[in-house]
């Protein structure tokens, strides 16, 4: 737009020449080209209301265009004065009113010869173009005691850049980029100028100090590169100007593999993967085993946990790259598989109340055989996904953004924090004898661990009264109520094999109704958001950010354990509530209960998915 917009103007416009010397003059000003020792300078006096550019021209206009041809020298760099913004007729300029100094250093010995051919423009809201040619020669010894003062009116990039400058991207969408800028000292006056006019727009981005960093909001082109990063800027500081590169957020894999395994060993002590390791931990606590048969059962757990967080990270990686939106805890979004986690935890729970045996087969989940540890591993991993220990949304966030190959060894590493401590146990059984001696005790402990397990079931259920309609509730409850006819029935069998069969079949059957049952979602999803809240909105939140109002967002899901205690201790106390209301905040919920794409995105934006 910028090319046609100048094209017109130079087609519609009068054009002037000079002849050759080193003075311009022209209706809107005058330019010279002074020298002095191995410095040149192009110097620019603009009548009142007219303005030249800079590199990046801003929203319209052109930056200027200069040929040298020297003789006796060669320009060893060129140096632009410090630019303003100039807001015109609605629009956003970068560049120069008054005056500007150009300089161009000179490696040269003796005389030198200098021509320029130079094409700029000059606008106030019209624009005029103009194509001159001055000429000069000197000698490298000769001083301008006006230029040197000339000179100390302008801000020129010092180089090197200081020490511990850095520009360093912390968020990206479509919209804008936000990135932290750290100086190496303290400022008052800081400006920020980018040098891709066609990436970034002109207008002034908008500065958060946070701590010894400063939060930098950069709005984008609509046409945007989505790699910004070796992006550079012109960074004004208290009348002192820095050129700095724009660098990718960069967190050493081994820092994010540590955080990926703190929070998988974390992620044992979160509430919803407590009720499987009880399973676990019944097994243990049964250590008449020999020392090889409990390494063989932590293996297979430990195998369990890795090719399950394995598949779900391998499954991430394949989704998105057929541009699915998707994010860490995806499956429960789907009713029919949090319906069938509900089902299988029903059974466990039914087996741990004594109410059925099935020996080497469904009792068979959590015990030292092989089949047993291993789904144990995997029912495990299964129920984690929606909780999100510490360390554990930064390393998830952070993978997302490495090559694939990175991303799973993160993968592997939550797994391998997750399964250590049994790992642990099987190979120091010593720390079993803390463990009491097997006795009637364990068939209590068996009986009580149960109920987690119905509060597991309980708390599935509740997530899908937010997804589906309560007819599909009521067939789910149907289900449970045949599974507890089945088991009631088989245990009329007096043939230990047969019941055993019976209960499989039962299990297959109620698996399949599960499978077949319709689930509709419900149609008004956000009826029980109290009014405070406002359902989320990238474009209200932009329109409350560029009103200067202060915005909260939670981000939230109905099987999201920790957003569940976070609402009900905090977001939604009157406390909060008072405190929001108050300090006018605006208020949004962005539940992610059901897949919403444009939360996915949102959360992908914060590094957060």
Not at 141 to 162: C, G, I, M, T, W
Not at 249 to 273: S, T
Not at 556 to 584: G, H, M, P, S
Request: hydrophobic share 50%; with cysteine; aromatic share 12%.
């Amino acid at each position: 737009m910028k090319n046609v917009f100048v094209s017109l103007i130079v087609l519609l416009s009068s054009q002037a020449w000079s002849f050759d010397n080193s003075k311009f003059n022209f209706p809107q000003g005058e330019l010279q080209l002074l020298q002095s020792e191995k410095t040149l300078g192009l110097y620019f006096q603009l009548k009142p209301e007219w303005h030249i550019y800079w590199k990046n021209s801003g929203d319209s206009g052109a930056a200027p265009i200069w040929n040298w041809k020297l003789i006796g020298a060669e320009i060893t760099k060129e140096l632009w004065p410090s630019p303003q913004r100039i807001p015109v007729a609605g629009l956003v300029n970068i560049g120069y009113s008054n005056e500007s100094l150009f300089l161009f250093h000179l490696n040269a010995n003796g005389q030198v010869s200098a021509e320029l051919d130079l094409e700029f423009l000059v606008c106030r809201v019209e624009c005029i173009p103009y194509f001159t040619k001055l000429t000069k020669s000197f000698s490298i010894k000769d001083q301008d005691a006006r230029f040197e003062k000339l000179k100390s009116n302008f801000n020129y990039v010092l180089d090197p850049s200081p020490v511990g400058l850095q520009f360093v991207i912390s968020s990206q969408n479509e919209e804008e980029l936000v990135a932290n800028l750290k100086l190496p000292f303290q400022a008052k006056n800081l400006e920020v100028f980018p040098e891709d006019g066609q990436s970034f727009k002109a207008t002034t981005p908008k500065l958060n100090p946070e701590g010894d960093l400063i939060s930098v909001i950069l709005d984008l082109q609509s046409n945007s590169k989505k790699d910004l990063t070796g992006s550079r800027f012109l960074v004004v500081v208290d009348n002192q100007s820095f050129e700095v590169n724009l660098e990718k957020k960069e967190v050493h894999l081994f820092i994010i593999l540590m955080w990926a395994f703190f929070g998988g060993l974390i992620l044992n002590l979160m509430p919803c993967v407590l009720p499987v390791l009880s399973i676990k931990i019944l097994s243990f606590v049964q250590h008449s085993q020999s020392s090889k048969e409990l390494k063989i059962s932590g293996w297979l757990y430990t195998i369990g946990v890795l090719v399950s967080f394995l598949t779900i990270g391998g499954s991430l990686l394949i989704l998105r790259a057929g541009g699915e939106q998707i994010g860490w805890g995806f499956q429960l979004q789907s009713p029919v598989i949090a319906a069938s986690l509900a089902l299988i935890f029903l059974w466990v729970g039914f087996n741990f109340l004594g109410t059925f045996e099935v020996g080497q087969t469904l009792a068979g989940v959590g015990s030292q055989n092989k089949s047993g540890a291993f789904l144990t591993g995997v029912l495990a991993t299964v129920v984690a996904t929606p909780c999100t220990a510490p360390f554990m949304g930064a390393a998830l966030g952070a993978s997302l953004a490495l090559p694939s190959l990175q991303t799973m060894l993160v993968f592997l590493g939550l797994g391998l924090g997750m399964a250590i401590p049994f790992l642990f146990l099987a190979y120091m059984p010593a720390a079993l004898k803390f463990l009491p001696r097997p006795g009637q005790w364990m068939v209590t402990l068996k009986e009580f661990l149960a109920f987690p397990m119905f509060v597991t079931v309980i708390w599935l259920l509740w997530v899908l009264s937010q997804q589906v309609q309560t007819d599909n509730l009521l067939v789910l409850i149907l289900v449970f109520l045949f599974v507890g006819f089945w088991i009631w029935l088989a245990r009329r069998v007096k043939s230990e094999r047969w019941q055993q069969r019976l209960l499989i079949v039962g299990f297959i059957i109620s698996v399949l109704l599960v499978f077949n049952t319709p689930f509709s979602k419900i149609e008004n999803e956000n009826e029980s958001i109290a009014s405070v809240w406002q359902n989320f909105s990238p474009e209200k939140i932009k329109l409350d950010l560029q009103n200067k109002q202060s915005v909260f967002i939670d981000f939230t899901a109905a099987w999201c354990i920790t957003c569940q205690v976070n609402k009900k201790a905090v977001l939604e106390t009157e406390e909060i509530q008072k405190l929001f209301i108050d300090n006018r905040v605006s208020i949004y919920k962005a539940d992610w209960t059901h897949r919403d794409p444009v939360i996915t995105k949102a959360l992908a934006d914060f590094g957060r998915n």
